[in-house]
């Protein structure tokens, strides 16, 4: 478990992840409502190049972000207003996610095992504060033991 006690943790957290990310990479976030995914996100686009603070894609559904604005093709997908899984087949992510990066808030809306070989992070609430574990696939293991 990763400690993020606040916003500045998780935007420094993804600004570290930036570091390890190259296209075709799926990282989902998951976790309630106001927990600091779109921090995590923030960060990891801020450490890529862009300039200013990335919106929350909410409402979009799907922000994309392509050099020379960040170093690589970069989707930030917030799928929190999706009402069924169907509705991913709409949204042409299979194709993209071939040369970009994916950043999946919400992964969950897209059905279990939408992302199997994803680097899943997931941040709880608990007494001691906001923590994230990692759930990180074959193909991350050797980058996350960077960590």
Request: glycine share 10%.
């Amino acid at each position: 478990m990763i400690a993020l006690p606040d916003p500045g943790a998780s935007a420094a957290f993804g600004t570290w992840l930036a570091g390890l990310v190259a296209p075709g990479d799926v990282i989902t976030l998951a976790g309630p409502l106001g927990v600091g995914k779109t921090s995590i996100a923030r960060g990891l686009l801020a450490a890529l190049g862009l300039a200013g603070e990335a919106p929350s894609p909410s409402f979009a559904i799907v922000q994309p972000y392509d050099p020379p604005e960040v170093r690589l093709p970069v989707l930030h997908i917030d799928l929190y207003r999706i009402d069924s899984p169907d509705e991913m087949a709409e949204l042409g992510l299979d194709e993209a996610a071939q040369d970009s990066l994916l950043i999946v808030e919400w992964p969950e809306r897209a059905g279990p095992g939408y992302w199997p070989d994803a680097l899943s992070l997931t941040i709880n609430v608990d007494g001691s504060g906001r923590r994230l574990t990692a759930q990180v696939p074959e193909a991350w293991r050797a980058r996350w033991a960077q960590r």
